[in-house]
């Protein structure tokens, strides 16, 4: 067939029809995990809106009820709720950037330059990454104390200020997404190590970086145990420990614990909109490079 001819008659609308099809099965399969997908938080909605005994009734009720913003006002009177959130916001934004610096300049050295014993350091850094978290909770928690730093905010902070698993996914992105062509040209240029790191890869790592970001911050914000453990002042408790809270004050009050889950839910949401999109629109920008 030449270049410029088209299928016609009935082989031409077959294809149509056949590609029209498939093109509609695929937006069936994603608008149905779209909602399966977003039905968890609909229904934490639900559940928030309405009374415990809501909750038990069957069959279950299928829409939001009219207590949302009551459950929502039980919760500030029962918890500190601003407080513990002021210290959750600061413990996941400073530990995200931590991460992010030291993580993705490891990764930068890792990927790029020699330097003696890096496979030894690279393979002792990933059994650190084999190692369950619960078995470093009292050597942890000793060694906060030993700083003096048990029940401050430096002690959920600085010892993730770096992590096994940031240093391995920039690394492999960096070895993919980083051309020596260009660490090259920066080095005639008489640039260094760090002004290399600065100025020509981090601005090539920034889809990367918006995952890491994203994954790590999630991560400090729903941290549960370590700060149950450090944080030895009642006042300075992240959300989640302030949260535990409301399950333990109110054993069966299920709509007051779903509304705390919502409120602490929602910044998480704004987080992931807004480094998702980043991250979409540099993969786009990516591709239309290829």
């Not at 099965?25 to 779209?34: F, I, K, N, T």
């Not at 992010?100 to 690279?122: G, I, N, R």
């Not at 906060?144 to 940031?166: D, H, T």
């Not at 991250?279 to 290829?290: E, I, P, S, V």
Request: hydrophobic share 55%.
């Amino acid at each position: 067939m030449a270049a410029d001819e088209r299928p016609t008659g009935s082989a031409g609308l077959a294809i149509g029809s056949g590609s029209r099809l498939s093109r509609t099965c695929v937006r069936a399969v994603l608008l149905l995990g779209v909602l399966v997908s977003l039905f968890p938080f609909y229904w934490l909605v639900v559940l928030a809106s309405g009374t415990t005994q809501d909750i038990y009734r069957y069959p279950p009720k299928l829409v939001p009820g009219p207590h949302l913003l009551d459950n929502m006002g039980r919760v500030l009177d029962t918890v500190d709720f601003f407080g513990s959130l002021f210290n959750t916001v600061v413990v996941a934004v400073l530990g995200t950037v931590l991460v992010l610096f030291f993580d993705s300049l490891a990764a930068f050295a890792f990927a790029k330059y020699e330097f003696p014993a890096k496979k030894f350091l690279f393979g002792m850094l990933l059994v650190t990454y084999m190692i369950p978290a619960q078995l470093s909770l009292v050597p942890q928690f000793v060694t906060m104390a030993e700083f003096g730093w048990a029940g401050s905010l430096k002690a959920l902070i600085i010892p993730g200020a770096a992590n096994a698993f940031g240093i391995f996914w920039m690394r492999q992105y960096a070895q993919n997404s980083l051309p020596d062509e260009l660490l090259d040209a920066g080095r005639i240029d008489g640039a260094g190590f760090f002004r290399l790191y600065w100025t020509v890869a981090l601005p090539l790592f920034r889809p990367a970086l918006a995952f890491l970001g994203i994954f790590t911050f999630i991560g400090l914000w729903n941290d549960y145990i370590w700060p149950l453990v450090v944080m030895i002042d009642p006042d300075r408790v992240t959300l989640q420990v302030a949260l535990a809270n409301l399950n333990i004050l109110y054993n069966t009050d299920y709509s007051l614990v779903m509304a705390g889950a919502l409120m602490s839910v929602i910044p998480l949401i704004v987080v992931f909109l807004v480094g998702a999109r980043h991250f979409l629109r540099d993969l786009a920008a990516g591709a239309m490079k290829m």
